[in-house]
Each structure stands twice: as C-alpha cells, then as structure tokens.
C-alpha cells in the first residue's frame, strides 16, 4: 500500500458503508426505476463494495466509485428535469442518462490508472505535496476520462445516440477529489478544456497603478512521461460532439447544485440550454467571448477586481 492511498482509506470502512446503504435506500425508493434494474445496480454496488472491503487497492475503489456515481448522478437530475436511466441489467447499450427526452448524458469516474508508473502514487490522499506536479497528474487522467467518452460517442452515434441530440459528459474526480482543488465553480477544468494558464495580473508602466487580470494560455501540459498533452480539449474538432461536461466535485453523497458544475462547449455541434439545469452554475462565453460562469442567465464575475 502507498502512502497516499493509505491516507484516503482511513476512513472507516462503516462510515462508506453507511453512505453506500443511504444512497441504495434513496435509490430504492425511485417508483419510475424498474425493481430488476434496481436489484441489478444495487447487486453489483454490494460486490464492488465487498472487494474493496477484502482487497483495499485503488482499483477496487475506483470501481465502487464508477457505480455510485452512476447513481448519485441520476438522482440528482432527477430532481432538475424528466431522467432517464439506462437498464444495465438488460445490457442496452448507449449513454447512462437520457434527460429532458434529448439530452445524452454520460457518466465517468476518473480512474488513477497505473498509479506507480506515472509516479501519481505519492500524490494521492492529504499530504505535502508540490501541487503543480499534482494537477498536472490529475489533469492527465482528466483528459484520459474525457477521451473514453468522446470516443464511446463516436462508438454509438446514429445508433443508440442520434447525431443531432446534445452529448454531457458528467465527470467525477472519484479517489483524485482528495487533495485536488477544483477552484470556483469548478474553474480548475478550464486548464484542460480551454488552456486556462497561470493568473495574470496587468499594470500601468506609466502611473505603476494595477489595470487588470487574466489568465495566460498554454496549448499543452506535460504527460509524466514528458509526453505533451494538449490542453485545448473544447478546440478540438472531434471533441465538438460534446456539448458540455458536468463536473460532480463531491463523491459518495448527495449531488447538489452546490458543487455540480456545467462547462459549456463554445465550439459544440449540438448546442444545450442551460436554463433547462435550473440553478445549476454553468460556465460559457459571455457576450464579449470570454469564457465565464453564469447562474439562471445572469453573469457570475470571477474576476473580482474587473
């Protein structure tokens, strides 16, 4: 066992056992689920639960994860507009998620990966740490998570996914929530989609007086390999199928508007509303092209001094 991962699972196995048991009974009680789906879905929560329980390795966790967010992505739309789940059970191929009779919503949980060959091992759980290395280990598995989805798009389209319906992606940090900070309102995405760089602060030579702040941008990271990774998911052609990715900043309870946020594809194909996600923050370009958060139609402002 690493000493970052050691430091997740001291958490008391009861107290995510009786998280676990609070979400499967709200999830029990949903009267539009058939019961088979559910003793499908909860059969295989309990298994996935009762490895990690016996084999405490990041692989098992990542997979109990993967299914409660599943889960705990459902309910939470459910309570925004019309949700669909998909019946796992049956095996019916296609999104996770169909919302609001068009929208096809995607569920992934970033995995670690091979935790000790990218050296993000020793970056895991609470510590000391340098954190640019970090986020730069972390954003890796993002993009990597985003790639598998994308490329599950291209697998279904015109299949179990029409070509003109709009593509969410609904993504969850899963272990990497611990230790990673995600900004406000989720901004810390914007590294990956957009090149978000370092801040920027602007100054008048002449009066010496500040003017403004921004944000530098960078077209790739480094993969720990050295490999370089583009940055610039959003700008990427094939990457257009997505309208959006939701990113669920919280793991193993309940999603609320508080820490979900919606990060609109200015470059989208298949436009989505984002009126139609209630109270949820959503981030997209304001009038003057800047990439900005909104709440119900009316602009957040970030940049506090602006």
Known sequence: MNR????IITEEIEDIETRINLLLCQFDSVSMIHDREKAYRKKQINIAFENYKTERTIESLDRLLQLTHEIESYLFLSQIGKTVLSSDAKSTPGADILFNNHIFVECVCMAVGDASLSGLSE??????????KKSGLINERITNSLKNKTDFYYKHVGKSIPDNAPYIILLSPGILRYGWFEEEYGMALSEVTLGRGNPTLYFDRKTGKYVSSDYSHTDSFKKWNNADIDSNYFLDRRNGCVSGIMLATEILQNYSVDDVFLHLNPYAANLVDPLEFGDMVYWTKNQQGRYQAFKRGMPINTFKNK
């Open 4 to 7: 970052g991962f050691s430091n």
């Open 123 to 132: 970056y895991l759980g609470f510590g000391n740490y340098d954190y640019n």
